[in-house]
């Protein structure tokens, strides 16, 4: 019968997949994995929506940075410091990953060091952010320059911002006890969003200062 | 704001050639250590760091004078 | 397998193709009504590229009729044909078919066919309005809340409300917007373009049938948007110079001094039923339509002065009529948009001053 | 059984659910983790908010019997049709479609115990009642006057409650954001054991489709109002051309969430008629790959014609081509999904239930939609078209006798299931036939009014007093489209109050969610079950192994001589 030897490999995989003692964790694990990454796809949309936006409002005029009803173009933003800037937040994420592979090799000090480092530089970043902030001479209201450029920046800043307290909760559980083993989706998904903050600013970077 | 001038700038994009240097090195080794990771966390992964190994390299290209330049 | 071959011999059913059969000639009869459907006449075209957007809409009607009529017929007709029956039993179950991919196919191929069909004949038609010959006159039309302004080369003033333009005579029209977002749509010219504040479209058509048309505004632009409307023209070429050198005469009239003295509250009283009722009460100032009430110019505390600040004075009145007022209370449009020639003015001054005199009395 | 003897092993029991059943009222229908109360929920709130919005619809009719307007003032009249336009697509055919059918319907239909993430779910469902109770509280400060669609620049100077619009539609964004995630990775994640994605059943199929929209889509909806709310209440300059901006570019934002929206609106609708179909005609789905695979392809091409709403707008004129000939290609997707229904039509035993009496009238009115829609997407005849009334016969025609006619049909379909009562099948053939007649009389004469000059969004139409008799033809079609509903409302009721208690299976269908008791228990299935086949085979015993036999009593298929269909009205 066909119906027979249908069950009989249904069977087989549902009992190789039940056969892991951990499984429920697995799978639990998977189904989060899985949300987070649709999660983070979901916020590519919404920072390519802004950058259009920016594209748009770029291209509606003849010249770049625009100028102003007075006359006079507005300055470019400054590209050694964001620069400087920038590697700081990239170095970030050089650290976080050597955290995450230090806490798969049960690397406990050393995952706490680069943790901390990692959550140092992202202060840094924010810092830094906030002086450019301080001496800017384009104004949110003032331009679609300006609007563009705080509106993309100060959403990435807030994740930034997430981030930060994100990776301090992670330390502190971390050092709790909370993860073990094999069982450490919050950092795999820390880790991944950490990342995923120097990735959009690798595009803001180049958007804005670069280009 | 407007870009610092003269030997501030030059400091400022030496600095920033050598941090990205330092960075995207690390990156990329890291990258590549990773390379044969499978799972959809570490294949996340490494698309993530290599865009952020990209960006090291629009550093050093802003930094020795290729992009951002007016 | 089986089931299938079962299948294949199985007929499609009683009267199937007696009902494809009548199907097709519904389909034919009305494809002919929809061929030669007055359509024009119950909406009149002013001339190309009316005429062509027409002829697409029947072709796509007829091709959307039969679809339609086939789905619909077949839809009744199974439903009726192959109904369960008290006969059948509770657990009767129908034809256990799962697949016929020809006919999947081919129901993937004609669609396909079909719609490239309207696709192609919609690009060229596309085409041809983009390569309209000729720039013979070209001339702008600009939205206002809630007015359509029209400029014709060569003539200081715009037209507002109105349009003319010469019959068989190319017309390459410029659209673009004072405010916010309008659009310009005539029905009987089949074409329409958003007007956007700061971009120009261009519309390109060639009137040929001498009459009175409609332009609305299709695209919502605030509280009056329902009545923002215009009057298209197409006139004889005699006519049109005729209205252009009147419209010159006018123009050079209206930039002579308002003889205030010569206004007739009467006139005014009907002017101002016609012109201005739909913004303004002649209640206080507070009785609010869109501007404020006028009935109390003079001695309204609440109205101790115009809204520009001066004191009201028949010249001061006469100012705002012929300037317009824009500021923090709204926008009041000029003389032109309200097309008021010096006679009016004065008319109006007059009528408006007397208000304020019988409620002092 | 030797596979009884397996079940548990197959499917775990009831103890290896996401959470413990919880106690207390508050935690049991209030903030429920548990899909089915939560699509319960969405129920009752969009239905609610079903009414009120259709109540300004009726005072939209009303205004206009008369060329000067008959009852309210142009800037009221501005604000009821944008409300309504709103609040039924975000507050009421959004949530019903993905959030009542998708969370009560979805899980059971993949033998899940719940959604991947119960507690986004919760979530998702608390935002939509908060965000469409602020908006319709900006009646109270100015509703906004710019439709639902909002352009700027109009509306960055309108009245004070579309920032609440801006408010409200954000957060019902970010809510469907999170629906889709949620159903996304549940239906990739947490399908029964033996269910491949070929013997996923339909409306699972438009599930995933609609979640992939609503989570990638409405992002860009979220942007969109975040950025008209930034220049509304800080001066930031996004849209206003006088200071840079470009009001096309909102549009192109909008568009590129609203478009997909109406697929996020229709494809659960179609797999809403995909499950009633087999089930009335007592046959398989006809094409069941070329339906599911339609989906997707309908999801994907969705993505890329947004700019088909703006031909008249000011792109670049030789953009209109692309967006075109791709708008065409979606009627071949769709095309098959009607052959296909009608293919299953064929050779069927029909049983004139009101859920398939809706099912064939969704067939007739969207099928109409769908070519006045292939006429619109024609760049020349859209010129002439575009923001009359022949787009709000359109819309009506794909909104209204498509998703609400499906939603209708599902609601008679899955109303046992949900409630565990049945409804009267007399009074739902009545509710039928008067809301098929008084749709059509309603919405067909706006299709000629749009040609003849009636633009959308008008308050009056003094110009053109000649168009008072079809305007008055549609408003009594709207009265009479009132009255049907209250039929359904008096069904529902008494179906409630004093409704027969219905069987685990009272229509014999064949997909998951039959498999246990009415109204399901709250971990859904005892044992999860094993999947061995795709569930519309008619005639071969049931493609499941390891149900509870307590709950799934009386289903197995075929129970000779016992629960017959229900009766022709």
Same mark, same amino acid.
């Given at each position: 019968?066909?119906?027979?030897?249908?069950?009989?490999?249904?069977?087989?995989?549902?009992?190789?997949?039940?056969?892991?003692?951990?499984?429920?964790?697995?799978?639990?694990?998977?189904?989060?994995?899985?949300?987070?990454?649709?999660?983070?796809?979901?916020?590519?949309?919404?920072?390519?929506?802004?950058?259009?936006?920016?594209?748009?409002?770029?291209?509606?005029?003849?010249?770049?940075?625009?100028?102003?009803?007075?006359?006079?173009?507005?300055?470019?933003?400054?590209?050694?410091?964001?620069?400087?800037?920038?590697?700081?937040?990239?170095?970030?994420?050089?650290?976080?990953?050597?955290?995450?592979?230090?806490?798969?090799?049960?690397?406990?000090?050393?995952?706490?060091?680069?943790?901390?480092?990692?959550?140092?530089?992202?202060?840094?970043?924010?810092?830094?952010?906030?002086?450019?902030?301080?001496?800017?001479?384009?104004?949110?209201?003032?331009?679609?320059?300006?609007?563009?450029?705080?509106?993309?920046?100060?959403?990435?800043?807030?994740?930034?911002?997430?981030?930060?307290?994100?990776?301090?909760?992670?330390?502190?559980?971390?050092?709790?006890?909370?993860?073990?083993?094999?069982?450490?989706?919050?950092?795999?998904?820390?880790?991944?969003?950490?990342?995923?903050?120097?990735?959009?600013?690798?595009?803001?970077?180049?958007?804005?200062?670069?280009? | 704001?407007?870009?610092?001038?003269?030997?501030?700038?030059?400091?400022?994009?030496?600095?920033?050639?050598?941090?990205?240097?330092?960075?995207?090195?690390?990156?990329?080794?890291?990258?590549?250590?990773?390379?044969?990771?499978?799972?959809?966390?570490?294949?996340?992964?490494?698309?993530?760091?290599?865009?952020?190994?990209?960006?090291?390299?629009?550093?050093?290209?802003?930094?020795?004078?290729?992009?951002?330049?007016? | 397998?089986?089931?299938?071959?079962?299948?294949?011999?199985?007929?499609?059913?009683?009267?199937?193709?007696?009902?494809?059969?009548?199907?097709?000639?519904?389909?034919?009869?009305?494809?002919?009504?929809?061929?030669?459907?007055?359509?024009?006449?119950?909406?009149?075209?002013?001339?190309?590229?009316?005429?062509?957007?027409?002829?697409?809409?029947?072709?796509?009607?007829?091709?959307?009729?039969?679809?339609?009529?086939?789905?619909?017929?077949?839809?009744?007709?199974?439903?009726?044909?192959?109904?369960?029956?008290?006969?059948?039993?509770?657990?009767?179950?129908?034809?256990?078919?799962?697949?016929?991919?020809?006919?999947?196919?081919?129901?993937?191929?004609?669609?396909?066919?079909?719609?490239?069909?309207?696709?192609?004949?919609?690009?060229?038609?596309?085409?041809?309005?983009?390569?309209?010959?000729?720039?013979?006159?070209?001339?702008?039309?600009?939205?206002?809340?809630?007015?359509?302004?029209?400029?014709?080369?060569?003539?200081?003033?715009?037209?507002?409300?109105?349009?003319?333009?010469?019959?068989?005579?190319?017309?390459?029209?410029?659209?673009?917007?004072?405010?916010?977002?309008?659009?310009?749509?005539?029905?009987?010219?089949?074409?329409?373009?958003?007007?956007?504040?700061?971009?120009?479209?261009?519309?390109?058509?060639?009137?040929?049938?001498?009459g009175k048309y409609a332009i609305i505004c299709t695209e919502f632009c605030g509280t009056q948007h329902a009545n923002m409307a215009a009057a298209l023209y197409v006139d004889s070429q005699q006519a049109f110079g005729a209205w252009l050198s009147a419209q010159a005469r006018q123009q050079g009239q209206a930039s002579a001094p308002v003889a205030l003295g010569s206004g007739q509250a009467a006139a005014g009283q009907a002017l101002f039923g016609q012109k201005c009722s739909?913004?303004?009460?002649?209640?206080?100032?507070?009785?609010?339509?869109?501007?404020?009430?006028?009935?109390?110019?003079?001695?309204?505390?609440?109205?101790?002065?115009?809204?520009?600040?001066?004191?009201?004075?028949?010249?001061?009145?006469?100012?705002?009529?012929?300037?317009?007022?824009?500021?923090?209370?709204?926008?009041?449009?000029?003389?032109?948009?309200?097309?008021?020639?010096?006679?009016?003015?004065?008319?109006?001054?007059?009528?408006?001053?007397?208000?304020?005199?019988?409620?002092?009395? | 059984?030797?596979?009884?003897?397996?079940?548990?092993?197959?499917?775990?029991?009831?103890?290896?659910?996401?959470?413990?059943?919880?106690?207390?009222?508050?935690?049991?229908?209030?903030?429920?983790?548990?899909?089915?109360?939560?699509?319960?929920?969405?129920?009752?709130?969009?239905?609610?908010?079903?009414?009120?919005?259709?109540?300004?619809?009726?005072?939209?009719?009303?205004?206009?019997?008369?060329?000067?307007?008959?009852?309210?003032?142009?800037?009221?009249?501005?604000?009821?049709?944008?409300?309504?336009?709103?609040?039924?697509?975000?507050?009421?055919?959004?949530?019903?479609?993905?959030?009542?059918?998708?969370?009560?319907?979805?899980?059971?239909?993949?033998?899940?115990?719940?959604?991947?993430?119960?507690?986004?779910?919760?979530?998702?469902?608390?935002?939509?009642?908060?965000?469409?109770?602020?908006?319709?509280?900006?009646?109270?400060?100015?509703?906004?006057?710019?439709?639902?669609?909002?352009?700027?620049?109009?509306?960055?100077?309108?009245?004070?409650?579309?920032?609440?619009?801006?408010?409200?539609?954000?957060?019902?964004?970010? $809510?469907?954001?999170?629906?889709? *995630?949620? &159903? #996304? @990775?549940?239906?990739?994640? =947490?399908?029964?054991? %033996? !269910?491949?994605?070929?013997?996923?059943?339909?409306?699972?199929?438009?599930?995933?489709?609609?979640?992939?929209?609503?989570?990638?889509?409405?992002?860009?909806?979220?942007?969109?109002?975040?950025?008209?709310?930034?220049?509304?209440?800080?001066?930031?300059?996004?849209?206003?051309?006088?200071?840079?901006?470009?009001?096309?570019?909102?549009?192109?934002?909008?568009?590129?969430?609203?478009?997909?929206?109406?697929?996020?609106?229709?494809?659960?609708?179609?797999?809403?008629?995909?499950?009633?179909?087999?089930?009335?005609?007592?046959?398989?789905?006809?094409?069941?790959?070329?339906?599911?695979?339609? $989906?997707?392809?309908?999801?994907? *091409?969705? &993505? #890329? @014609?947004?700019?088909?709403? =703006?031909?008249?707008? %000011? !792109?670049?004129?030789?953009?209109?081509?692309?967006?075109?000939?791709?708008?065409?290609?979606?009627?071949?997707?769709?095309?098959?999904?009607?052959?296909?229904?009608?293919?299953?039509?064929?050779?069927?035993?029909?049983?004139?239930?009101?859920?398939?009496?809706?099912?064939?009238?969704?067939?007739?009115?969207?099928?109409?939609?769908?070519?006045?829609?292939?006429?619109?997407?024609?760049?020349?005849?859209?010129?002439?078209?575009?923001?009359?009334?022949?787009?709000?016969?359109?819309?009506?025609?794909?909104?209204?006798?498509?998703?609400?006619?499906?939603?209708?049909?599902?609601?008679?379909?899955?109303?046992?299931?949900?409630?565990?009562?049945?409804?009267?099948?007399?009074?739902?053939?009545?509710?039928?036939?008067?809301?098929?007649?008084?749709?059509?009389?309603?919405?067909?004469?706006?299709?000629?009014?749009?040609?003849?000059?009636?633009?959308?969004?008008?308050?009056?139409?003094?110009?053109?007093?000649?168009?008072?008799?079809?305007?008055?033809?549609?408003?009594?079609?709207?009265?009479?489209?009132?009255?049907?509903?209250?039929?359904?409302?008096?069904?529902?009721?008494?179906?409630?109050?004093?409704?027969?208690?219905?069987?685990?299976?009272?229509?014999?269908?064949?997909?998951?969610?039959?498999?246990?008791?009415?109204?399901?228990?709250?971990?859904?299935?005892?044992?999860?079950?094993?999947?061995?086949?795709?569930?519309?085979?008619?005639?071969?015993?049931?493609?499941?192994?390891?149900?509870?036999?307590?709950?799934?009593?009386?289903?197995?298929?075929?129970?000779?001589?016992?629960?017959?269909?229900?009766?022709?009205?």
């Amino acid at each position: 019968m066909a119906a027979a030897s249908s069950f009989n490999a249904t069977h087989e995989a549902i009992t190789v997949r039940y056969n892991s003692v951990d499984h429920a964790y697995a799978e639990q694990r998977d189904i989060r994995l899985l949300g987070f990454v649709l999660f983070l796809i979901s916020d590519v949309v919404i920072f390519s929506a802004f950058i259009f936006a920016y594209l748009y409002l770029r291209n509606s005029v003849p010249n770049w940075p625009p100028i102003t009803k007075g006359g006079h173009q507005l300055p470019r933003f400054d590209v050694a410091y964001a620069a400087i800037n920038s590697t700081i937040l990239f170095g970030s994420g050089a650290t976080m990953h050597s955290a995450m592979e230090s806490w798969k090799r049960l690397d406990k000090p050393a995952f706490n060091l680069w943790l901390l480092a990692t959550i140092v530089l992202g202060i840094a970043f924010l810092g830094g952010q906030g002086y450019e902030y301080h001496s800017a001479q384009v104004t949110w209201a003032g331009s679609t320059m300006g609007a563009s450029f705080f509106t993309l920046t100060g959403l990435h800043g807030f994740h930034v911002f997430i981030g930060i307290i994100y990776l301090c909760v992670l330390y502190l559980q971390a050092n709790r006890g909370v993860y073990t083993g094999s069982k450490y989706f919050g950092l795999t998904a820390g880790t991944l969003y950490w990342h995923f903050v120097d990735v959009i600013w690798v595009a803001l970077f180049f958007l804005f200062y670069l280009w | 704001m407007e870009g610092a001038t003269g030997v501030t700038a030059s400091i400022e994009k030496s600095i920033a050639f050598v941090f990205a240097i330092v960075v995207g090195g690390t990156t990329s080794f890291q990258l590549a250590k990773d390379w044969k990771s499978t799972g959809l966390d570490n294949q996340v992964t490494k698309l993530l760091l290599g865009l952020m190994a990209f960006g090291c390299i629009l550093v050093i290209l802003a930094a020795v004078g290729v992009l951002g330049g007016v | 397998m089986a089931q299938s071959r079962a299948h294949r011999k199985m007929s499609l059913g009683p009267g199937f193709w007696p009902v494809t059969i009548a199907l097709t000639i519904v389909n034919v009869a009305i494809s002919y009504v929809i061929a030669v459907f007055p359509f024009e006449q119950l909406v009149p075209i002013v001339g190309a590229p009316a005429d062509q957007i027409d002829t697409l809409f029947r072709f796509m009607s007829v091709i959307g009729n039969a679809i339609f009529v086939y789905v619909l017929g077949y839809l009744v007709y199974f439903a009726i044909v192959w109904r369960w029956r008290p006969s059948d039993g509770p657990d009767a179950i129908g034809v256990q078919v799962h697949d016929v991919p020809k006919l999947e196919f081919w129901w993937t191929v004609v669609p396909s066919i079909i719609v490239a069909i309207i696709a192609i004949f919609s690009v060229r038609i596309w085409a041809g309005m983009q390569n309209t010959p000729g720039d013979v006159l070209t001339m702008e039309a600009i939205g206002h809340q809630f007015k359509f302004e029209f400029r014709y080369p060569k003539m200081k003033n715009s037209v507002y409300d109105s349009m003319h333009v010469p019959v068989d005579t190319p017309v390459t029209l410029n659209v673009t917007s004072a405010d916010v977002l309008h659009s310009f749509w005539s029905p009987s010219l089949r074409i329409k373009a958003d007007m956007v504040p700061g971009l120009v479209q261009t519309l390109r058509f060639t009137p040929e049938h001498i009459g009175k048309y409609a332009i609305i505004c299709t695209e919502f632009c605030g509280t009056q948007h329902a009545n923002m409307a215009a009057a298209l023209y197409v006139d004889s070429q005699q006519a049109f110079g005729a209205w252009l050198s009147a419209q010159a005469r006018q123009q050079g009239q209206a930039s002579a001094p308002v003889a205030l003295g010569s206004g007739q509250a009467a006139a005014g009283q009907a002017l101002f039923g016609q012109k201005c009722s739909t913004c303004h009460s002649i209640g206080p100032f507070n009785q609010k339509i869109v501007g404020p009430g006028l009935g109390h110019l003079f001695n309204d505390p609440a109205h101790p002065a115009l809204v520009t600040g001066e004191k009201a004075s028949p010249a001061a009145i006469s100012h705002i009529l012929i300037s317009g007022y824009q500021g923090p209370i709204g926008v009041m449009p000029n003389r032109q948009a309200n097309a008021l020639s010096n006679q009016d003015i004065a008319n109006l001054v007059a009528y408006l001053t007397s208000l304020s005199q019988k409620k002092q009395r | 059984m030797a596979v009884a003897a397996h079940a548990g092993f197959i499917g775990g029991d009831t103890h290896d659910h996401i959470h413990p059943e919880p106690q207390g009222f508050i935690r049991k229908y209030v903030f429920s983790l548990d899909a089915k109360v939560i699509g319960i929920q969405y129920m009752v709130a969009a239905f609610l908010f079903f009414l009120i919005s259709g109540l300004l619809a009726e005072v939209v009719r009303t205004q206009l019997l008369v060329p000067r307007g008959a009852i309210l003032s142009n800037d009221t009249y501005n604000g009821v049709y944008s409300l309504h336009g709103s609040s039924m697509v975000w507050m009421v055919i959004i949530p019903l479609m993905t959030g009542a059918f998708g969370n009560f319907v979805m899980p059971l239909q993949i033998g899940a115990r719940d959604v991947a993430f119960p507690w986004l779910n919760l979530l998702s469902f608390w935002l939509f009642p908060v965000s469409a109770v602020i908006l319709f509280s900006s009646f109270l400060i100015g509703a906004p006057d710019a439709g639902w669609t909002e352009y700027p620049p109009i509306s960055v100077q309108g009245p004070a409650g579309t920032s609440l619009w801006c408010i409200a539609i954000f957060l019902i964004g970010i $809510s469907s954001t999170m629906t889709g *995630l949620n &159903f #996304m @990775v549940t239906i990739v994640k =947490m399908r029964a054991p %033996g !269910m491949t994605f070929t013997r996923m059943p339909l409306f699972v199929w438009a599930s995933l489709a609609t979640a992939l929209l609503n989570m990638v889509a409405t992002a860009a909806l979220s942007a969109a109002t975040a950025a008209l709310f930034m220049e509304r209440q800080f001066n930031v300059p996004f849209y206003d051309p006088t200071r840079g901006g470009s009001p096309l570019l909102w549009q192109h934002m909008f568009w590129f969430y609203s478009h997909p929206a109406v697929y996020i609106m229709i494809l659960p609708g179609f797999g809403i008629v995909s499950e009633v179909f087999p089930t009335f005609a007592r046959k398989p789905i006809f094409g069941y790959k070329m339906i599911a695979f339609s $989906s997707i392809a309908i999801a994907l *091409l969705g &993505f #890329m @014609v947004w700019a088909h709403h =703006m031909f008249t707008s %000011g !792109m670049a004129p030789w953009l209109a081509l692309p967006f075109m000939i791709l708008t065409m290609v979606i009627a071949v997707p769709t095309g098959i999904k009607i052959f296909s229904w009608l293919a299953t039509l064929w050779g069927g035993k029909i049983h004139f239930h009101p859920a398939m009496l809706f099912s064939l009238g969704f067939i007739a009115t969207f099928t109409f939609g769908g070519i006045t829609g292939v006429f619109l997407s024609s760049v020349p005849f859209d010129y002439d078209a575009h923001g009359t009334y022949f787009i709000v016969a359109h819309i009506h025609y794909v909104l209204f006798g498509g998703s609400v006619f499906a939603l209708y049909s599902g609601l008679y379909y899955w109303w046992p299931k949900i409630t565990g009562r049945m409804m009267s099948n007399t009074l739902g053939v009545w509710h039928f036939w008067l809301t098929f007649l008084a749709f059509n009389v309603t919405f067909l004469p706006m299709h000629l009014l749009g040609l003849w000059g009636m633009p959308r969004r008008v308050a009056q139409y003094q110009l053109h007093p000649e168009f008072q008799f079809w305007n008055d033809v549609a408003s009594v079609g709207s009265y009479v489209l009132a009255l049907s509903t209250l039929i359904l409302i008096y069904n529902m009721v008494q179906s409630l109050l004093r409704g027969r208690r219905a069987p685990g299976n009272p229509w014999n269908a064949r997909t998951l969610e039959w498999m246990t008791t009415s109204p399901p228990p709250y971990y859904n299935f005892r044992t999860i079950p094993a999947v061995l086949k795709n569930p519309y085979n008619f005639g071969e015993p049931l493609p499941y192994i390891g149900l509870d036999e307590a709950e799934s009593a009386g289903s197995t298929h075929p129970p000779a001589g016992s629960s017959p269909l229900p009766a022709h009205a």
